[in-house]
Structures are given as C-alpha cells and as structure tokens.
C-alpha cells in the first residue's frame, strides 16, 4: 500500500489505511462499511452497527423479494470489494474491511423478529458467532483467503444466529 497510511499498532507494522486512502475510490469506501471499518478498536462491530442502522433506514420496509436481491448483489459486490482491497493492503481479511459484517447482519434481521430487542440480541447472537467463529467458520476463514472468504464466514457466523435465534423464539424468550 503506498501513500494515505499511518503506523498500525496491530498488523506486525502494516499501516493502518487512512481515511484519505478509503475514501479515495469506491470499492475501498464499500469494503470499509462506508467509512465505520476505521473506527478502532472493533471494527466489525462498528460495521455491524452500521448494519443494523442501514437495516433500519434504508432496507427495513422493503418485500423479501428485494431484500433477497439486495443481500445477494451486496454479496456479490462485497467479494469484489474485500478482494480488492485486500490485494491493495496486501492483507486477504484486514480488520478494517467489514462490508461482509453489514450484509451478514441484513439476512440477520430480515429473517429475525422485527422489534428493537429482538435485533439487539440478533446483533448480540451474530457478533457472538462471528467473533468465536465455530466449525465450520473457522475452517472457511482459513480456507477462503479472497474476498470471497472475507464474505461467506460472515454469512455462515449469521446463520448461527439465526439459528439460535430461531430456539429463543421457539422457548418464547425472545419475539
């Protein structure tokens, strides 16, 4: 990566991109969560904030006809993105890309309950899953070193979500 980067305290020395450096073209602005993956410490969490914020504004109140179509061409685009990206940092899953945790959080919260404490537990249940990321998580984590590995342990981190969602809304602990 040349120019717009400072010193990364984490990385092994690899610079941290700047803000400059993201929002100098698109797929960078895209890949970093529309700016949020510069927010430290945490930032897949700030991304999936994001998300859940996107969800709310923009995407919530669609049929399932276009979130479907929505969630499948921000996946697709989200592959182009992160490997691009990626291939610029010279890091394949840099933390700081987290496009892949706002498109998770989407089929999160179209497929979960719609009330406010419902998603805050989604939110909770996916940032669980995609931070301890169980089998098989981790094995695509380590396998896929692309950008379609950036995107697709996400999506497999939020059907653990879904699926413990799924039982706490099936014991009633969460409608």
């Not at 929505?70 to 987290?98: K, P």
């Not at 939110?123 to 981790?138: C, Q, T």
């Not at 979500?161 to 014991?171: E, N, Q, S």
Request: proline share 7%; aromatic share 12%.
């Amino acid at each position: 990566m040349t120019g717009g980067a400072a010193p990364d305290a984490k990385g092994g020395g690899r610079p941290r991109p700047t803000a400059a450096w993201v929002f100098s073209r698109p797929e960078r602005i895209l890949a970093f969560g529309l700016g949020s993956g510069l927010i430290h410490p945490a930032p897949g969490t700030w991304g999936t904030l994001a998300g859940w914020l996107l969800w709310a504004v923009l995407l919530r109140d669609l049929p399932d006809g276009w979130v479907a179509l929505v969630l499948l061409l921000s996946f697709g685009i989200g592959c182009w993105a992160a490997q691009r990206c990626g291939d610029d940092l010279g890091v394949s899953d840099y933390g700081g890309i987290n496009w892949d945790e706002i498109v998770a959080i989407w089929l999160v919260l179209w497929l979960m309950p719609p009330g406010f404490w419902a998603q805050a537990v989604s939110v909770a249940l996916f940032r669980f899953f995609d931070i301890v990321k169980p089998p098989p998580v981790s094995l695509l984590d380590r396998r896929f070193k692309n950008g379609f590995g950036v995107m697709i342990d996400d999506i497999v981190a939020a059907l653990y979500a879904l699926l413990a969602g799924a039982l706490l809304v099936r014991l009633g602990m969460l409608s």
